[in-house]
C-alpha cells in the first residue's frame, strides 16, 4: 500500500520528475544531461522554499497545505524588490475569504523578483501554491539555514498529528 | 470617568445615553476597575476598553495580539465612536461614501490590519476579539462562543455559511480574522442599538461600476439591530454573555484574574501603541496602503465630451489617459447618449477631432496628475500648474479639471 502511494504521489507531483532529491547521488537524467540540485524545505508556518544551488536563488512560496487551510485567496501583499529581509521576518500577507495571514522569510536574503502574475490572479495561489503561485525569489545570504527547516516528510508530520 | 467625559463633551450626550444607562443597572463595570500607576500587562485574560477612539482601540488590540503569551486565550471588547471601518486590502473610495463621511465632519474612516469587508461603528455597535493560538485557532467554534451569548439573551440566532451571526436571514454582526506566526484572532461587530440610517447612508456609494480594483470588495448583506429582535438588549448584557461563555469554553470559570478596565491614558507610556495611534490615520496608511485600481468615466460638456481612465496604485495618480472630442455630426453628446455610443465615438479621437491646443493642455493636465495622490488635489493647483493657453479654450479647460477632481473627491 505504502509503495502504491509513494508512486502516486511521486507521479502526482510535477517538481518530483523535474528535481533531483537532496541526496549526493543528483541525477534524474543520464550523465551526458546534468540537472541543477534543487531542494525543498519547508517551516512550520507553511512557507516553502525551493533553492537553487547553482544560482543561489530560492524560490519562496506557501504550501499546498497552506492554500488549503486559507480558502480562497483574494488578495496578496508581496514585499518589495530589493528588500533584504532576515529569516522569519514577515515578508508579505495573503488574504483570503477566511483570514489574512502573514507570511515570513524561510530565509534570509535579498528579493530579487517578485510574481506580478498574482496581482491580477490571486487564484494561482490556490490553483498552484508551490509552482506557478510561486511568492518571491530570493538570493540567500546564508545557505546554511536550510539546514534548520523541515524536509517534506516532517512537514507533513509536523501537521498531519 | 464617563461622567466627566459627559460633562466636556456636551455634543456627545445623546450617543453617551447607552453607556451611562449601563452604568446604572445591573451591569455596573464600575466594580471592575482598577487603579493604575503603571502600564497594564498584556498577560490577562480578559479586557474592556473604557476608550472609543477606533485608533487607540484598534492599536491596543494590535499590541495584546503581538504580546499575549502565545498558548493563552484573550477576550477584548470594546465601542468605537462613529467611524466606518475598512478591511486591510480594501479601496476607501469603492467601499466608502467619502463625500457623505465628509460633509459629516466628525466621523471618520479607519483602516484596520485584518482583512474582510467594510463596516459601521458607533456606540450602538459592540465589538468583540477573540485571541488564541495559531495551531489551535478555529473560527467557527469562535463563532460559536459569540453566538451561544447572543442565544442567552433570549435571541434566536444562527451562524450563516459566511461564518456570520444572523438572525433569520439578516446580519446582526461581521467577522473578520488574523494569522500571524504564533497567534491567531476572530474580531467582529455586533450590531446592538446601531443606526442603521447612517450606515446605510456612508456604505452606500453612488454606482462605481467602472472602478475595477484589485483589492477586496465588500459582500453586502442586509443588517439589524439585537434591540429589533428583543427590546431592552444592552451592551452590557452582551459583553457579560460574552464574557461567560468565553470563560465557559476556555476553561476559566472560577479563574480569578479580573477583568481589565482599560483607559487611552493607562497607555501612554506603552510605545507599541502610541506607535500605532499615528500611524492609523495618517495618509500612508489609510489611502496609501490601496491597491490598485482603474477608474473610466465619461462626460458630456456643452463644448464636447471627455472620457478619463485614470489608473491608481497605493493612493498614488500612476497615469491618467484623457480623451476629449469636439461634439462631432452623428453623435449623440447630450447627457441622454449612451455611454456605448459615446465610447464608440471616442475610439477614434484623432487630431481631427481634438484642436491642437485643447491637445497640448489636456496632455499637460494628464502630467500634472501622474504622482500626485488620488483625490488630494485641487482644480486650483492644477489650473494654476498649467502654461498660457489659448483663451479660447479656458471654458473647456476649466470644466474638464473641476471635472476630474469631483471624480477623485467622491
Known amino acids: 500500500m505504502q509503495s502504491i502511494l509513494k508512486r502516486t504521489l511521486a507521479s502526482s507531483n510535477p517538481l518530483r520528475r523535474c528535481y533531483a532529491n537532496p541526496s549526493p547521488r543528483a541525477f534524474s537524467q543520464p550523465p551526458f544531461r546534468v540537472r541543477t540540485i534543487v531542494t525543498k524545505r519547508y517551516t512550520a508556518e507553511h512557507e516553502c522554499v525551493a533553492f537553487d544551488d547553482e544560482t543561489g536563488i530560492g524560490s519562496i512560496s506557501i504550501t499546498d497545505h497552506a492554500q488549503s487551510s486559507l480558502g480562497d485567496v483574494v488578495f496578496v501583499e508581496l514585499p518589495q524588490v530589493g528588500t533584504e529581509v532576515s529569516q522569519h521576518d514577515q515578508i508579505g500577507a495573503v488574504e483570503s475569504v477566511k483570514a489574512a495571514s502573514d507570511i515570513y522569510a524561510p530565509v534570509s536574503g535579498k528579493i530579487q523578483k517578485i510574481n506580478e502574475a498574482l496581482s491580477a490572479q490571486p487564484g494561482l495561489l490556490n490553483k498552484s501554491p508551490e509552482n506557478e503561485g510561486w511568492l518571491c525569489k530570493i538570493k540567500l545570504s546564508d545557505p546554511s539555514e536550510l539546514e534548520n527547516l523541515m524536509d517534506e516528510e516532517k512537514y507533513k508530520a509536523s501537521y498531519e498529528h | ?410
Open chain 2, 1 to 410: 470617568m464617563l461622567s466627566s467625559r459627559l460633562s466636556s463633551c456636551p455634543k456627545r450626550r445623546i450617543e453617551h445615553t447607552l453607556s451611562t444607562h449601563y452604568c446604572h443597572n445591573l451591569y455596573d463595570f464600575r466594580r471592575y476597575s482598577t487603579q493604575r500607576l503603571t502600564p497594564p500587562s498584556p498577560q490577562h485574560s480578559i479586557y474592556i476598553s473604557n476608550s472609543t477612539n477606533p485608533y487607540f482601540n484598534l492599536s491596543f488590540e494590535d499590541w495584546l495580539f503581538r504580546r499575549k503569551a502565545a498558548d493563552k486565550p484573550l477576550l477584548l471588547l470594546y465601542r468605537d465612536d462613529p467611524c466606518v471601518v475598512i478591511g486591510r486590502n480594501q479601496n476607501p473610495w469603492k467601499e466608502v461614501n467619502l463625500p457623505v463621511l465628509r460633509a459629516s465632519k466628525t466621523i471618520p474612516f479607519v483602516r484596520r490590519r485584518s482583512g474582510g469587508g467594510t463596516v459601521y461603528h458607533d456606540l450602538g455597535n459592540t465589538n468583540f476579539s477573540i485571541h488564541l493560538p495559531r495551531t489551535s485557532f478555529d473560527r467557527h467554534m469562535t463563532a460559536q462562543v459569540v453566538l451561544r451569548a447572543v442565544r442567552s439573551l433570549g435571541i434566536d440566532a444562527t451562524v450563516n455559511d459566511r461564518n456570520d451571526i444572523c438572525v433569520g436571514t439578516e446580519k446582526v454582526s461581521g467577522s473578520a480574522y488574523k494569522i500571524v506566526s504564533q497567534r491567531a484572532y476572530h474580531h467582529g461587530t455586533m450590531l446592538i442599538s446601531t443606526k442603521l440610517e447612517t450606515l446605510g447612508d456612508l456604505l452606500h456609494t453612488h454606482s462605481k461600476d467602472t472602478m475595477e480594483t484589485k483589492g477586496v470588495a465588500s459582500v453586502r448583506s442586509p443588517v439589524r439591530n439585537l434591540q429589533q429582535f428583543k427590546r431592552g438588549v444592552t451592551h452590557g448584557a452582551f459583553v457579560e454573555a460574552v464574557m461567560h461563555e468565553f470563560r465557559k469554553e476556555y476553561g476559566l470559570l472560577g479563574n480569578d484574574d479580573k477583568v481589565q478596565m482599560i483607559d487611552e491614558d493607562d497607555c501612554r507610556d506603552i510605545e507599541y501603541i502610541q506607535h500605532g495611534m499615528s500611524e492609523l490615520p495618517s495618509w500612508e496608511w489609510a489611502y496609501g496602503q490601496t491597491p490598485e485600481f482603474t477608474y473610466t468615466v465619461h462626460q458630456t460638456f456643452k463644448w464636447g465630451s471627455a472620457q478619463a481612465k485614470i489608473k491608481s496604485k497605493h493612493g498614488i495618480i500612476l497615469s491618467c489617459d484623457l480623451c476629449v472630442s469636439g461634439p462631432t455630426e452623428g453623435t449623440d453628446t447630450t447627457a441622454g447618449g449612451s455611454v456605448a455610443s459615446m465610447s464608440a465615438a471616442l475610439q477614434g479621437v484623432t487630431a481631427v477631432s481634438m484642436d491642437e491646443p485643447l491637445r497640448f493642455v489636456v496632455k499637460e493636465v494628464e502630467q500634472m496628475l501622474q504622482g500626485r495622490r488620488y483625490g488630494f488635489i485641487s482644480a486650483r493647483e492644477i489650473l494654476s500648474g498649467l502654461g498660457t493657453h489659448d483663451n479660447t479654450k479656458v471654458g473647456a479647460v476649466e470644466d474638464l479639471v473641476s471635472w476630474l477632481v469631483n471624480l477623485m473627491d467622491s
